[in-house]
């Protein structure tokens, strides 16, 4: 059994990771955890302080997109050599297996997918109940969450600022389901408890939410200390300002890991098939049970969602936000489809001009 090391056990690494690379990695110190991302690059760690590490070309060009780069959360093995003519800058050379990933559709017109954060346990989607809370966001935020593979829970702060805190909790769990749903106001240390409990030693916990819902605040309380610069709240419209400007992993006081990200008001799930499914189970129930296994949910007869939306069993605002993001991945993946035909023909292309092109003569 390969030995691992006290600091890399601390970041997260396991017998199950310490599977997948050879004890002559581990040993020369060649395995680390990417803990935040930065421009044309990451900062890693291992058994030694933080150094900022690029990928190397066959990683950044051989690879099928963003999906293949290392980001925050990941397990990498560097090379042995530096990368050329950035002093001191170490070399990724292959990013580990993941366990689970966090990936939205990429805020703009293009079919991109954004990768957030990998190898995550525990997802905290923070959101405020002073205005923040949207039940068709959560939705989405859950269906993002568990089409990634980690487990969503749904932190509510600012009850404070809301007349009846108790109505906001249960709209939040109407929407949950089986999700852990936590009240909580991290400036007085209220609600703590249970969300501290949840943050078990050796899990990778990330928070998300929109800009302003007091996601720094949460990973302040969680870690102890002031890691995050924490904006006041605006009184105009009772919002935080936004303070997490980059995704990056902190450990906590209980010995969890945390990825606090920037805010995003934008989210639309990647890929998200069950993700959805999962985030909309009764709703997918209901339509195995339509007279037709065609059914579009729209006038055909015998249809149970609109049986049920009719008798007002089904909520027509949550049976909207379904069809939405079932139209949305539809035409994803169309574009998606579209998208790679496009590359294999310019990849043809030029594979076609290299073949054609006279040979050098040789000196």
Same mark, same amino acid.
């Given at each position: 059994?390969?030995?691992?090391?006290?600091?890399?056990?601390?970041? *997260?690494?396991?017998?199950?990771?310490?599977?997948?690379?050879?004890?002559?990695?581990? /040993?020369?110190?060649?395995?680390?955890?990417? !803990?935040?991302?930065?421009?044309?690059?990451? %900062?890693?760690?291992?058994?030694?302080?933080?150094?900022?590490?690029?990928?190397?070309?066959?990683?950044?060009?051989? *690879?099928? *997109?963003? %999906?293949?780069?290392?980001?925050?959360?990941?397990?990498?093995? =560097?090379?042995?050599?530096?990368?050329?003519?950035?002093?001191?800058?170490?070399?990724?050379?292959?990013?580990?297996?993941?366990?689970?990933?966090?990936?939205?559709?990429?805020?703009?017109?293009?079919?991109?997918?954004?990768?957030?954060?990998?190898?995550?346990?525990?997802?905290?989607?923070?959101?405020?109940?002073?205005?923040?809370?949207?039940?068709?966001?959560?939705?989405?935020?859950? @269906?993002?969450?568990?089409?990634?593979?980690?487990?969503?829970?749904?932190?509510?702060?600012?009850?404070?600022?809301?007349?009846?805190?108790?109505?906001?909790?249960?709209?939040?769990?109407? !929407?949950?389901?089986?999700?852990?749903?936590?009240?909580?106001?991290?400036?007085?240390?209220?609600?703590?408890?249970? !969300?501290?409990?949840?943050?078990?030693?050796?899990?990778?916990?990330?928070?998300?939410?929109?800009?302003?819902?007091?996601?720094?605040?949460?990973?302040?309380?969680?870690?102890? /200390?002031?890691?995050? %610069?924490?904006?006041?709240?605006?009184?105009?419209?009772?919002?935080?300002?936004?303070?997490?400007?980059?995704?990056?992993?902190?450990?906590? @006081?209980?010995?969890?890991?945390?990825?606090?990200?920037? *805010?995003?008001?934008?989210?639309?799930?990647?890929?998200? /098939?069950?993700?959805?499914?999962?985030?909309?189970?009764? =709703?997918?129930?209901?339509? @195995?049970?339509?007279?037709?296994?065609?059914?579009?949910?729209?006038?055909?007869?015998?249809?149970?969602?609109?049986?049920?939306?009719?008798?007002?069993?089904?909520?027509?605002?949550?049976?909207?936000?379904?069809?939405?993001?079932?139209?949305?991945?539809?035409?994803?993946?169309? %574009?998606?489809?579209?998208?790679?035909?496009?590359?294999?023909?310019?990849?043809?292309?030029?594979?076609?001009?290299?073949?054609?092109?006279?040979?050098?003569?040789?000196?």
């Amino acid at each position: 059994m390969i030995a691992i090391p006290t600091a890399l056990s601390a970041l *997260g690494f396991d017998a199950e990771w310490a599977s997948l690379v050879t004890s002559t990695e581990l /040993d020369a110190g060649r395995v680390c955890r990417v !803990i935040r991302g930065d421009r044309g690059g990451v %900062l890693v760690q291992g058994a030694w302080p933080p150094r900022h590490a690029r990928s190397r070309g066959r990683l950044r060009f051989e *690879g099928q *997109g963003v %999906l293949v780069l290392p980001t925050v959360g990941d397990w990498v093995v =560097l090379a042995e050599a530096p990368v050329a003519g950035r002093d001191g800058w170490l070399q990724v050379d292959r990013v580990l297996p993941r366990r689970s990933t966090l990936v939205r559709q990429a805020a703009g017109d293009e079919t991109l997918p954004q990768l957030i954060a990998a190898n995550l346990d525990l997802v905290l989607i923070v959101t405020s109940a002073d205005g923040d809370l949207n039940p068709r966001r959560l939705e989405r935020y859950l @269906a993002v969450v568990r089409t990634g593979g980690a487990s969503p829970a749904i932190v509510l702060t600012k009850l404070d600022l809301v007349p009846d805190p108790a109505a906001a909790l249960d709209a939040a769990r109407a !929407i949950a389901g089986d999700v852990p749903v936590y009240g909580a106001n991290p400036r007085a240390r209220s609600g703590m408890d249970e !969300i501290i409990a949840a943050c078990r030693p050796g899990l990778t916990v990330a928070c998300v939410g929109s800009s302003g819902v007091g996601k720094s605040t949460l990973v302040n309380a969680l870690a102890g /200390d002031e890691h995050q %610069l924490t904006g006041d709240v605006k009184r105009s419209d009772g919002k935080g300002r936004h303070t997490t400007t980059s995704r990056e992993l902190v450990s906590l @006081a209980s010995g969890a890991l945390l990825i606090d990200t920037p *805010g995003m008001r934008e989210i639309a799930p990647w890929e998200a /098939d069950e993700g959805v499914a999962e985030a909309y189970s009764d =709703l997918d129930d209901l339509a @195995a049970t339509c007279r037709f296994t065609s059914c579009r949910h729209e006038t055909e007869p015998g249809c149970a969602l609109r049986g049920a939306l009719d008798s007002g069993e089904l909520d027509a605002a949550r049976f909207a936000g379904w069809r939405r993001l079932l139209s949305e991945q539809e035409t994803q993946e169309r %574009l998606r489809f579209a998208g790679a035909a496009a590359q294999e023909r310019r990849r043809y292309k030029g594979l076609s001009q290299h073949l054609k092109a006279p040979p050098k003569p040789r000196r």
